[in-house]
């Protein structure tokens, strides 16, 4: 079954550790996002990916880095993790042209 | 500045009667939009979309609609169930950006 997946679901985790967050997708999509979400706050989009070696940052400013070595696989890693970047992270992939985006089921992380 | 708006942050109604969520946008170049439901602890899904060339589109209990000149649109679900209970995205894409401008959400409650 096509769909998409983001390990782990929840991470609690202490001041300056260094942190993947995870997301795979099955559905041969071209394009990745990942977006952060605080409570009662819209989705801004972090990062982006248009395919295999492109990478952009999007519109909301983040320390996370990503990559994209093979289609299917969009990690986003945090070098230093701080409490500023409790929050839940979205990861989507959609097929090329207008359409909805899929969505993960998001990592929720809480820095300690 | 915020691109989309969902200035209701909440709304509550009774199963049977019909729910509106509201939806404001203010960049002119948005040409598709779609709505997202969200349960707690999940990632979006994908609920339903409307084009900029429609001013209606519809898909079982909901329906959107669209109005450009006052750059509006509605999410229109009647009956409301008790499972409709989340938070709903309206979200916006502009032409040939294939990145989504999210919404803050509108929680919507339905009880019996």
């Known amino acids: 079954e096509a769909d998409i997946y983001q390990t782990p679901r929840y991470l609690v985790i202490g001041t300056g550790k260094k942190i993947t967050l995870e997301c795979s997708q099955t559905?041969?999509?071209?394009?990745m996002y990942w977006y952060q979400q605080d409570p009662g706050m819209e989705l801004h989009l972090i990062h982006y990916s248009y395919g295999v070696n492109s990478t952009e940052k999007g519109d909301l400013s983040s320390e996370s880095t990503v990559s994209r070595i093979r289609t299917e696989h969009f990690p986003l890693t945090l070098e230093s993790a701080r409490p500023s970047h409790t929050s839940q992270y979205l990861c989507a992939s959609s097929a090329s042209g207008i359409g909805g985006y899929t969505f993960g089921s998001g990592t929720r992380l809480t820095v300690v | 500045d915020q691109q989309v708006k969902q200035n209701s942050p909440s709304l509550s109604v009774q199963e049977g009667r019909i729910s509106i969520l509201n939806c404001d946008y203010t960049n002119s170049m948005f040409d598709y939009f779609l709505w997202y439901k969200k349960y707690p602890a999940e990632g979006p899904t994908f609920l339903i979309s409307i084009s900029s060339i429609k001013d209606k589109n519809e898909d079982g209990r909901f329906t959107v609609f669209l109005n450009k000149s006052a750059k509006h649109l509605s999410l229109h679900i009647v009956p409301s169930q008790p499972g409709d209970s989340a938070v709903y995205f309206c979200?916006?894409?502009?032409?040939?950006?294939?990145?989504?401008?999210f919404g803050t959400g509108t929680r919507l409650q339905v009880f019996p």
């Open positions: 559905m041969g999509h071209d394009k």
């Open positions: 979200a916006a894409d502009g032409y040939n950006t294939d990145k989504l401008i």
